[in-house]
C-alpha cells in the first residue's frame, strides 16, 4: 500500500517544479524538487523491494504448508483411492497447482490490491488537478471494462482446459516411465509415443486458445490507452493554448496516464494468473475436501494384549458396485493357529488380505480381531498388529538399513541385525555388495526379486505383530534360498496367528488348517490329508500342480506354452 501511494509523488513532483520554478526561473527552487524527487525514487526502490522479498517469502512459506497438508491427506486415504486415482495427477495437484497458487498470492491478489490503490490514488489526484480533463481520461474506461469481460468469459474455460489436459499428461507419463520395461518388453514403444503425441497436441491446442484471447486482448487495451493519451494532448494542449490550463499540469497528466493504464494492463495480466490459479485450486482443495473412505473410529479400540484371534462373519466385497469378489466369507482362525488360503488366481485371495489390513472395507458382514470389529481399532494400531508380506516388496531410495526400518529411529541397526539372524537371513542381506549400508536405488532395482522378499521377512518381524500374513511371500525367492531360509520362516511364524497365500506345496501342507477359495467363496476347509481325501476343488489344484512340477522336472512342454 504504502509502495502504490508514493508512486504518485513523482508526477506531482514534476508540475510543482515546471509551473511553481521553471516558468518563474527558480533555479534553487527548482533543484530542492529534483531533490524531492530522487528521495521519492529511493524510497519507491525501497518499498518495491520490501513487498517483493515478504511476498515471496510469505508465499513460500504458504506453498510448503499447502503442500504438507495435501500429503498428509494423501496418506490418509485408502487403497480404493489409489486404484481410482492415477499417481500422475497427484503429482501435478501437490507441486504444480500449488506453484500456480502461490503465484495467484505473490504476483495477484496483493498486487492487484495495490494496483487498484494506484488507479484510486491516480484517479484521485486527476480529478483534484483538473476535473474536466480527468474526465477525458476516464472516457475510456467502459470499453476497457467491456473488452475485459468479453476476455474473462472466454479465456476462463481455455484455462480449466489447460489444466486438466497437463494432469492427464502427466499422469500418462508417470505410468510409462514407471512402466517403461514392460512397455518395451512388449514393443509398445511407438504405439505409446503416439498416444503421447497426441495428447501432448491437445495440451498445446489447449495453451494456443489461452494465447489467443491474451494476443487479443492486450493490443486492445494498448489501442485504447494510446486513444486516452491522444485526446488528452489534444483537449489538454488546446486548455494549454487558451491560458486555461498551466504546462505542468498537462505533464503531470501525462505521466500519471502512464501510471494509470500501467496497472489496468497488469489487472488484465493477472487475470491469465487467477484463471490458470481458479483452475489449480479448484483441484487441490477439490482434494482436499475429499473425505476419507476409511476414517479412524473417534473412540478407538484395540487390545492391551493381543492374541491374534481372527473372525470372519459373511463377510461380502466388491471393487466395484455389485460385481463381488467375496461371497459371504466366514470363518475363524484362533491365536498361534496357522491357516493357509488356496485358489485359483482371482479367487479373492489378496482381497480377503486387504479386508483384514483395512487396505479396504467390505460392503457387508464384519471382521473381528481378539473380538474387536477392525472398524473399532485406530488405523495405526491395527496395522502394528497385522504384519503383511506382500508379493510385490516396495523399496525406496536410500540405504538397505533405512528401508529395513523404514526410517524408524526407535529402531536400532542392532536391533535390526538381531532380527535378521533370527529368521537365517543375516549372512545373505550382509553379503550384499555394502552390507547393510548398501544403497538401495528407486523401487529396488538393483536388488532381485529374492532379496527384496528377504527385506520384507525382517520388516515383519521388527514390529512384533500378532498376526502375520504372507502373500505368495515366497513366490520371488528360488528354491535353494527358500530351502536355506525355511527355518527362518517357520521362527516368523512361530507363536503368531499366521495366514499364508502361498502355491508351494512344502508351505501349504505345514498349515494347521486349509481354507479353498473358489469364486470368492470358501468350498473346502481341513488339513491337506483330509482335503486330499476328498475329490474337491484342492485336490484338483493339487494334481494339476504335481503334473506341471513333473513337466518341468522332465523337461516336457507345458501345455498352452512353448
Known amino acids: 500500500m504504502v509502495s502504490s501511494l508514493v508512486q504518485l509523488v513523482g508526477p506531482y513532483l514534476t508540475k510543482v517544479g515546471i509551473d511553481d520554478y521553471i516558468l518563474r526561473g527558480d533555479a534553487r527552487g527548482l533543484l530542492f524538487v529534483a531533490f524531492l524527487y530522487l528521495t521519492t525514487l529511493m524510497f519507491e526502490f525501497l518499498f518495491q523491494y520490501l513487498r517483493v522479498y515478504l511476498l515471496q517469502l510469505t508465499g513460500q512459506r504458504m506453498m510448503r504448508q499447502l503442500r504438507v497438508e495435501i500429503f498428509d491427506h494423501i496418506l490418509r486415504m485408502s487403497t480404493s483411492f489409489f486404484d481410482r486415482t492415477p499417481t500422475g495427477k497427484l503429482m501435478t495437484r501437490t507441486i504444480q497447482d500449488v506453484e500456480v497458487i502461490n503465484e495467484l498470492f505473490t504476483q495477484g491478489v496483493i498486487v492487484v490490491f495495490g494496483d487498484l490503490i494506484t488507479l484510486l490514488g491516480i484517479a484521485s489526484v486527476l480529478f483534484w488537478m483538473d476535473w474536466r480533463l480527468a474526465l477525458v481520461v476516464l472516457s475510456v474506461t467502459p470499453l476497457v471494462v467491456l473488452v475485459t469481460a468479453v476476455y474473462r468469459v472466454n479465456a476462463r474455460d481455455a484455462y480449466r482446459g489447460v489444466r486438466l489436459h497437463v494432469a492427464r499428461l502427466n499422469a500418462f507419463l508417470q505410468e510409462n516411465l514407471a512402466g517403461m520395461t514392460t512397455v518395451q518388453l512388449f ?55 487558451e491560458g486555461y490550463l498551466l504546462p505542468g499540469v498537462l505533464v503531470a497528466f501525462l505521466q500519471y496516464m502512464r501510471r494509470f493504464f500501467q496497472p489496468i494492463r497488469d489487472l488484465a495480466e493477472k487475470y491469465n494468473i487467477f484463471q490458470a490459479a481458479m483452475a489449480a485450486s479448484e483441484r487441490v482443495f477439490g482434494l482436499l475436501d475429499t473425505p476419507e473412505d476409511l476414517p479412524d473410529s473417534p473412540h478407538p479400540r484395540f487390545p492391551e494384549n493381543p492374541r491374534g484371534e481372527i473372525q470372519f462373519q459373511d463377510v461380502w466385497f466388491a471393487y466395484t458396485r455389485n460385481d463381488w469378489v467375496l461371497r459371504g466369507i466366514t470363518f475363524s482362525i484362533k491365536p498361534g493357529e496357522t491357516v493357509a488360503l488356496v485358489g485359483a488366481t482371482g479367487a479373492g485371495k489378496s482381497s480377503l488380505i486387504g479386508l483384514l489390513g483395512r487396505a479396504y472395507e467390505p460392503q457387508r458382514g464384519e471382521i473381528h480381531i481378539d473380538g474387536i470389529e477392525v472398524r473399532s481399532w485406530g ?23 533405512e528401508n529395513l526400518r523404514l526410517w524408524d529411529i526407535r529402531i536400532s541397526e542392532d536391533r535390526v541385525r538381531e532380527m535378521a539372524e533370527a529368521i537365517q537371513v543375516d549372512r545373505l542381506l550382509r553379503n550384499l555388495s555394502g552390507g547393510y549400508g548398501t544403497e538401495i536405488r528407486e523401487r529396488g532395482e538393483n536388488l532381485s526379486l529374492g532379496q527384496r522378499q528377504l527385506v520384507a521377512f525382517v520388516r515383519a518381524l521388527l514390529y512384533n505383530p500378532s498376526v502375520l500374513v504372507l502373500d505368495e511371500a515366497t513366490s520371488s525367492v528360488d528354491p535353494a534360498t527358500e530351502s536355506l531360509i525355511q527355518g527362518g520362516i517357520e521362527k516368523l511364524i512361530s507363536g503368531r496367528t499366521s495366514l499364508i497365500i502361498a502355491h508351494r506345496l512344502s508351505t501349504i501342507r505345514r498349515a494347521d488348517r486349509i481354507l479353498v477359495l473358489h469364486r470368492g467363496r470358501i468350498v473346502e476347509e481341513g488339513t491337506h490329508r483330509v482335503l486330499m481325501a476328498r475329490d474337491g476343488v484342492y ?7 504335481i503334473e506341471n512340477q513333473n513337466r518341468h522336472q522332465s523337461g516336457d512342454p507345458v501345455p498352452g506354452k512353448s
Not at 485336490?539 to 500342480?545: A, E, G, K
Open 187 to 241: 514393443q509398445r514403444e511407438e504405439e505409446n509415443f503416439r498416444r503421447f503425441d497426441r495428447m501432448n497436441q491437445d495440451t498445446r491446442d489447449e495453451h494456443l486458445r489461452t494465447i489467443f484471447y491474451s494476443a487479443l486482448f492486450f493490443p486492445c487495451v494498448e489501442v485504447l490507452a494510446a486513444g486516452a493519451l491522444g485526446l488528452v494532448i489534444w483537449y489538454g494542449g488546446g486548455r494549454v493554448i
Open 539 to 545: 485336490r484338483r489344484l493339487y494334481q494339476l500342480q
Open 379 to 401: 488405523k495405526e494400531e491395527l496395522r502394528s498388529h497385522v504384519g503383511i508380506i506382500p508379493q510385490e516388496v516396495f523399496l525406496l531410495s536410500g540405504s538397505l538399513l
